[in-house]
């Protein structure tokens, strides 16, 4: 299944004349639109030269009208469930094990947190988020589904340097709906730092709004990248991503990269003996 026309992929959703042509379409649209990019104007300025502030700022204003909008999605717990079921269903597909030591950045209020804590044994899972705000209304989360007893660890941060977190401790990463709220410089950031937490034999997913034109941001709220480019930031940390094929036959409008330690080569290593001799 195509779910993104190349058409789509090509929009460059910054230009005046597609906003143009999406206003004529969407009329009723166009007031909340406006409301939106004055407010997110004055929160940039009021939190100029730091994207997390920012953005923080950004989840306190959403979240304090719509939690679950907050994360994603029109405001409907419906969509709020597809969604995190989607997440919990193409993990468990791809090994996700009970066993497991599950790190996820950007966790907000549990959308699919949820469905991870009670799946993995107690201790395993750790949500981390620049919200103080969505992470109170995750405890509800927790609450709601009776979660306590899996003791689930959720930390606010004000980075993605993961600087708090032992080395090699996790065997899956994820982040969903991040990377597309970020600009390069925090996406370069986390991919700097992920390395270290991630042990080896595991595996880093993240999501992100793909464009096969030119790369491009929209209220700094959306923005959207070239595969190529997230790909080898990935390589210079010395890290190697490959795109989800599988992952585009989802309903997900967003597509999905996976980061690894790079396999050794065995041609490249030699056993001592052979070495020796």
Known sequence: ?????????????????????????HPERVVPYLRRAGRDGWLRFKHRGSHIAYYRAVMASDTARSPEAAVGGAPSHDRWLAVGQLQYDYLVQHGLKPEDRMLEIGCGNLRAGWRFIQYLEPGHYYGIDISPD?????????VRYGLQEKVPHLTPVDNLKLDFLPDASFTVVHAHSVFSHSPLEVIDECLSHVGRVLAPGGFFDFTFD???????????????????????LAEKHGLVA???????????????????????????????????A
């Open 1 to 25: 299944m195509q779910k993104t026309s190349a058409l789509r992929l090509r929009t460059n959703r910054a230009r005046l004349g597609h906003k143009a042509r999406y206003a004529l379409q």
């Open 134 to 142: 969505i992470l109170i209304e995750a405890k509800k989360t927790l």
């Open 210 to 232: 793909r464009t096969e034109g030119n790369e491009h941001q929209v209220l700094r709220e959306d923005f959207y990248y070239r595969t190529d480019t997230l790909i080898r």
């Open 242 to 276: 490959r795109f989800m094929d599988d992952w585009e036959s989802t309903w997900h409008p967003q597509s999905k990269l996976r980061v690894t330690h790079p396999t050794p080569d065995p041609a490249a290593e030699r056993p001592a003996d052979v070495a020796r």
